[in-house]
């Protein structure tokens, strides 16, 4: 345990921040100068000049606020930008304020403006990307790293080093665990092996000559009284020092930490979709279901006729399905069987059903019949993208079959899922297989985010229309 941090940028980290303010700026004014020339060949002086200064100046104290200059070495990267992006357009409508209230928006052309507030975020995102993977191309050849001491040699300790080890761009470099049981940890104290352990006593000390970065303390949550102790030792240190509770005996959805009236609670089964989150999904429901409709109103039409020509029966079939919070719902399809089942038993459609017509069975291969379910996205019952819905009858045979079957009502019934694109889609005639579309709905609502949407309905377009399991 001799080896500690090393690197050729952790001990510049404070200039390295300064030098990313500083290209910020630079981002931000050179984004003003292309906007000015590509849009009324303006030259960059006067009120331009100002505005640009001004801009960047705010950027700079909003992302100071945010914390957009601390370290994101341990968050995703699409997280870093999204980050950058919200700072940034913080900064515009500050700038669009500022010009209103001092009465000089007539000064600016529009044009310009508007282009300058488009393409600096994305400038800024491509620096955002190509730092992240410089930062990380070093630390993967052991330069700017950090080093990570375990407190507590468990299994969940094990764990959090065998990620680390995985994942070498984070720039963690484990240098031991240190745990007081030996005994009933069942290891062996080997003061010499960068991977033995000491006594919390000699990992106080390390971190009080800032010999250790990170602590992860993986101590059992019984251990409340030891880790008290550790803690308030190492407040007297400048380590970073996380907690890892052994929360895997649950099955967390979305669990994150919030509280009650100051108290800390973790949330165990939540909704990603509150506050802003739930604003951006409406959102983005509203405008794809809008743009899909004006797309295929005349497909639908004439796939109408040919429904009301190929055999009786009303055009639109409507089945109660659960829906948010296990609330039910009627959700729209085109007619495609000869039956509209939707009673205590429902029966799915098998190879060679008696039940589909012909023009029903083009109908389902191709997910056609799935259409109308975009002005149910517009009413407000289902998602665009999230857990395809099943028959009342099917919830409540599933739900008793499957662990945690009921959590992936925790949103909206969605016309496509992470499932479907996954290959889970159609017959589900043994458990295994609804077991695989469950577990992937529940990953979809576990990692939720708007690029997770995106994705998922790009990739329908080329593998989640057609699929030989829909029959």
């Known amino acids: ?72 070495r341990l968050v995703p990267i699409h997280e870093a930008v999204a980050a950058t ?22 000064d600016y052309s529009r044009m310009a403006m508007i282009t300058w507030f488009l393409l600096a975020p994305l400038f800024l995102a491509i620096v955002r990307v190509g730092l992240r993977m410089f930062l990380n191309a070093l630390r993967s050849n052991g330069m700017n790293t950090r080093t990570l001491a375990i407190a507590g040699k468990t299994k969940l300790g094990r764990e959090v080093v065998e990620r680390v080890e995985r994942t070498p761009w984070l720039g963690m470099r484990f240098i031991g665990y240190y745990d007081d049981r030996l005994a009933k ?123 009301k020509l190929s055999s009786p029966g009303p055009v639109l079939f409507k089945q109660r399905r659960y829906g948010l919070n296990g609330a039910v719902v009627e959700v729209w399809k085109f007619r495609s069987m000869t039956v509209c089942e939707d009673g205590a038993k429902v029966v799915q459609a098998q190879k060679g059903d008696s039940r589909v017509t012909p023009f029903g069975a083009f109908l389902r291969r191709t997910s056609l019949d799935e259409l109308p379910q975009f002005i149910n996205v517009l009413q407000g019952q289902m998602s665009v993208v999230g857990p395809r819905p099943h028959a009342v009858a099917h919830n409540e045979q599933y739900r008793r079959l499957i662990r945690g ?16 694109i996954s290959g889970w889609r159609g017959e589900t005639e043994t458990l295994d297989k609804m077991e695989m579309r469950v577990k992937h709905d529940l990953e979809y609502v576990q990692n939720w985010s708007l690029w997770l949407d995106i994705k998922i309905i790009f990739l329908t377009v080329f593998k989640g229309f057609i699929n030989k399991n829909a029959y």
């Open 405 to 420: 079957y009921m959590l992936r009502h925790k949103v909206k019934p969605g016309i496509t899922g992470w499932a479907q």
């Open 1 to 72: 345990m001799a080896s500690f941090s090393s690197g050729l940028v952790r001990p510049h980290s404070s200039k390295i921040g300064f030098l990313h303010r500083m290209l910020d700026a630079m981002v931000i004014l050179f984004s003003l100068v292309i906007s000015l020339h590509v849009t009324r060949d303006l030259e960059f002086a006067g009120q331009y000049a100002q505005a640009g200064v001004w801009g960047a100046l705010i950027f700079l104290m909003i992302g100071g606020a945010r914390n957009l200059y601390s370290s994101w």
């Open 185 to 307: 940890r069942d290891c062996k104290h080997e003061a010499s092996d960068a991977e033995g352990v000491g006594r919390f006593e000699e990992l106080v000390t390390l971190a009080r000559d800032g010999k250790v970065d990170y602590i992860y303390i993986t101590l059992p949550m019984k251990a409340e009284n030891r880790i008290v102790e550790l803690v308030n030792a190492l407040s007297d240190t400048t380590a970073s020092v996380y907690m890892v509770p052994n929360f895997f005996v649950f099955d967390l959805l979305h669990g994150k930490m919030t509280s009650l009236d100051g108290l800390p609670v973790l949330s165990l089964h939540e909704s990603p979709f509150f506050g802003v989150d739930g604003w951006v999904k409406r959102l983005e429901d509203i405008l794809v279901a809008s743009l899909i409709l004006a797309i295929i109103a005349v497909p639908m039409a004439l796939i109408a006729l040919g429904v």
């Open 85 to 106: 992006l919200v700072v940034w357009f913080s900064t515009a409508l500050v700038l669009i304020s500022l010009a209103f209230l001092s009465k000089t928006s007539p």
